[in-house]
């Protein structure tokens, strides 16, 4: 099997595909520098959130739970129910937009940095493979070597951590929808007994396992839809990862007049999707600041200033004037703001963590009954509570007309977590307070002092000349 150094990266195909159509198993060299440090930092991190927020309790329940089977969902202490979920539309739509921002201001910043994917295969799986394997030219020969003893056991070893990495993701990911606590049960029974839960994740595992372990950047280059995306994004100002052709060219050896760039190739071998970021901008680059560090490198070893491979744009890696604020850029800020400010306000104004809902009640050809008493309405409440933990209401009446009351509200009403409660409740109005026809607001106060709900409903009644004679 050919190395990497020795097939040269062009702009007519893909590094990872050979001229007979078969793959061409790239085996990245490990690199060391400022960028890659961060960014390890940066995907420990993000992966310690992954595991971390099934067990942070915020309004009891998991930070981030997705409840399909009771049909509720949790974001952060916000707790939706289906009929809320309408409010995920301008959410989404506001982190879309904000993406388009990222992308037009700072180029593929997510795929380097946090694109799920590239966070596990680089900072899990890439090093277990390097500590079980060596380094780039020991993996190179090992995979050039016939079928020993000792490539078998390596290969064993390392596709064993493997599937075990993939089994742990997949776990973690399904107890965004069933719980820890569902999760652990379900794991200390039979598979049969909760065959769906488990087919998900032996589906998962295998998928992870497949990706990670075989197609790795065959992900990125060929089905992942954003780096196609990123040229209509992106302009000249765009900050990408670049090399300064002006300063770089023409190559030279160490020592010569030419240009800085001694073609050591060191910014190919370490590219984990085996591109020249010499030829510019690719598609393939995920943006993952190797090929920074690596050039920063050998530029020290030979005297020469860093950033020849850098953060810029092709505006800046031309040495010409640079700008920040865009109309693209201006558009998709528009556009994140109103999607994120919409999506606040409804959540905190529609999706509240109690529904409370007043129908009018009446029998057939009977909307109120009547008598020398006074008139009275009948109204159906429908309370749920979507936390995960008890709730008490009390419902009273507030802005009536004098002498009205309701009937039914001296006592509270406790509901159980996920619980939905229906009550009755009459309106009452006394024949001497009835002056006909109106409205009245019913007030429902969950656990006091923490959520008020108004409606306004129609209270009916028969002509008051009729009743008051």
Known sequence: MSSPASKQPNLDSVTTINED????????????????????????????????????????????FFDVENRRFH??????????????????????FTL???????????????????VFLDHIFRRIERIIEGDAPARKKLAAAPWTAGKVT?????????????????????????????????????????ATAFGIVLFLTAALWFCFGYFREQFCVIM?????????????????????????????????????????RRCVNVCPTGIDIRNGLQMECI???????????????????????????????????????????IAYTILGLLGLGFFAIAATKKAKPYTAQFAKVAMAGMPFQADAAGVRNFYQLRFYNKRNQPASFRVSLVDAPEGFILSGSEQTIEAAPGEEISRQFVAIAPAEAYKGRT???????????????????????????TLNP
């Open 287 to 329: 943006g993952c600041t190797a090929c920074i560090d690596a050039c920063d490198d050998i530029m020290r070893k030979i005297d020469r200033p860093t950033g020849l491979i850098r953060y810029d744009s092709l505006k800046g890696l031309a040495h010409q004037k640079r700008r920040f604020l865009r109309p693209r850029v």
């Open 154 to 194: 390596k290969r064993v070893v390392k596709h064993s951590l493997y599937a075990l990495c993939s089994a742990l993701i997949a776990h973690v990911f399904l107890s965004y929808f069933v719980s820890l606590e569902r999760l652990y049960r379900y794991m200390n029974e039979s598979p049969i007994a909760h």
């Open 100 to 118: 388009f921002f990222v992308t037009a201001l700072l180029g593929r910043l997510w795929c380097g940095w946090a694109c799920p994917y590239t």
């Open 439 to 465: 409205s009245l607001t019913l007030q429902v106060i969950a656990n006091p002092g923490e959520v008020t709900i108004n409606q306004t409903v129609t209270f009916l009644g028969p002509n008051a000349d």
């Open 224 to 264: 992942c839809p954003y780096g196609r995306l990123q040229s209509a994004l992106s302009d000249d100002d765009t900050v990408n990862i670049g090399y300064d052709e002006v300063r770089g060219e023409p190559r030279g050896k160490k020592g010569s007049t030419e240009g800085d760039c001694i073609d050591c």
């Open 21 to 64: 159509g078969s793959r061409y198993f790239l085996h990245p060299a490990d690199v060391k520098g400022k960028w890659t440090t961060l960014r390890r930092i940066f995907g420990f991190t993000l992966i310690s959130l992954y595991v971390a927020l099934p067990w942070i309790p915020i309004n009891g329940a998991p930070a981030l």
């Open 75 to 96: 974001v952060f202490g916000l707790t939706l129910v289906t009929q809320d979920l309408w409010v995920l539309f301008f959410g989404i739509s506001g982190l879309g």
